[in-house]
């Protein structure tokens, strides 16, 4: 561990007889702009350690709420505080605890990713052999050390985003910031961000995380609020947000591409709701309040032509919960072509 480390974790040890205090709590807080109010009343209580998503489309106020707690936007209303420090009255010492990666890659595109790492080393003030160390401990860490030497502009979109959060704990954060750190890469790129995500999380960092993908929310946050217009309009675990719909999903795959209307009208007419096409162009799903109803719809399945190839009874996913909760998907979804 290295000095500046050892001072930063120095600072967390000297605090560990007193109570403890989240990593983020908001108490009505408010950010207009002009005649938009972006964030509208936002209560937050996020405990330190382990991963916080809060989840919504574009222009809920995620980014927003992301700008006011790293200091980089003052409040119109309402109060703020990071480990226990005003984002107002204290603004040095939650930037001392913070670091934050946005939207868009941030790194100077014309150095290598070598060169990028050890100049914010030097200027968060590393000493000139400590700052090679750490690029070259946190290009292996990411594994980039062979396009090391590579300009970043020669990157591709993972490499670029790793190297970016690479950027982000040069000085490791008590509160790191990933503001929707995966959109545009692929699934590959997004699973080795995940990874990066979890590991800085076994090594004491809390996250804070904003993302469109309710995938990406399911499978990292701990627990997650769910914003819309700027309001919080649920929040809990995964689980517990399944739950609060208050039915499962029963899905089926016909073995058929023409047994596919058939088996959406009955599962309709049997179930009196909407039935949802998902990716699989030969699976259907629809919303059940209890088992009794799906047996009742599988055994009318099962008494017509329909040949059922395979079927599920589980949960509702986020989608259905985010649906559910504002009646509209998110953008993301949307834009991947997910019918809903």
């Not at 040949?307 to 509209?328: K, N, Y």
Request: cysteine-free; glycine content about 10%; proline content about 3%.
């Amino acid at each position: 561990m290295n000095e500046i480390q050892q001072q930063r974790h120095g600072s967390i040890d000297e605090n560990s007889d007193t109570e403890p205090v989240y990593a983020v709590e908001t108490d009505g807080l408010v950010k207009h702009f002009g005649e938009t109010k972006a964030v509208d009343g936002v209560d937050l209580v996020v405990p330190a350690g382990g991963i916080y998503g809060l989840l919504g489309p574009n222009g809920a106020g995620k980014t927003t709420i992301i700008h006011l707690l790293a200091t980089l936007l003052q409040p119109d209303g309402g109060t703020a505080r990071v480990f226990g420090h005003d984002v107002t009255e204290a603004g040095d010492d939650v930037r001392s605890r913070v670091s934050l990666t946005g939207q868009f890659v941030s790194v100077d595109e014309d150095l290598t990713g070598h060169e990028n790492l050890v100049l914010l080393a030097k200027l968060l003030g590393y000493s000139r052999t400590g700052a090679k160390e750490r690029s070259t401990d946190l290009l292996e860490a990411f594994g980039l050390t062979d396009a090391g030497d590579r300009q970043v502009k020669t990157y591709s979109g993972g490499m670029r985003r790793r190297l970016d959060i690479a950027a982000s704990i040069v000085v490791t954060p008590e509160l790191l910031f990933l503001d929707e750190p995966t959109t545009g890469l692929d699934p590959r790129n997004r699973n080795q961000v995940w990874e990066i995500i979890r590991a800085l999380v076994d090594n004491g960092t809390t996250v804070l995380l904003t993302t469109q993908y309710l995938e990406e929310a399911d499978q990292l946050a701990d627990r997650i609020a769910v914003i819309d217009e700027g309001r919080i309009i649920a929040e809990g675990t995964p689980a517990e947000l399944k739950a609060s719909v208050g039915s499962g999903v029963l899905n089926i795959r016909v073995r058929t591409a023409e047994q596919r209307a058939e088996a959406e009208r009955l599962l309709g007419a049997t179930l009196d709701t909407s039935v949802e096409r998902g990716s699989d162009p030969l699976s259907r799903s629809a919303r059940v309040s209890n088992a009794e109803h799906a047996v009742r719809a599988f055994t009318k399945l099962s008494q017509s032509d329909v040949e059922i190839a395979d079927f599920a009874l589980g949960q509702p996913s986020l989608d259905e919960v985010f649906l559910e909760l504002t009646d509209r998907p998110t953008d993301a979804e949307s834009d991947r072509g997910v019918t809903q």
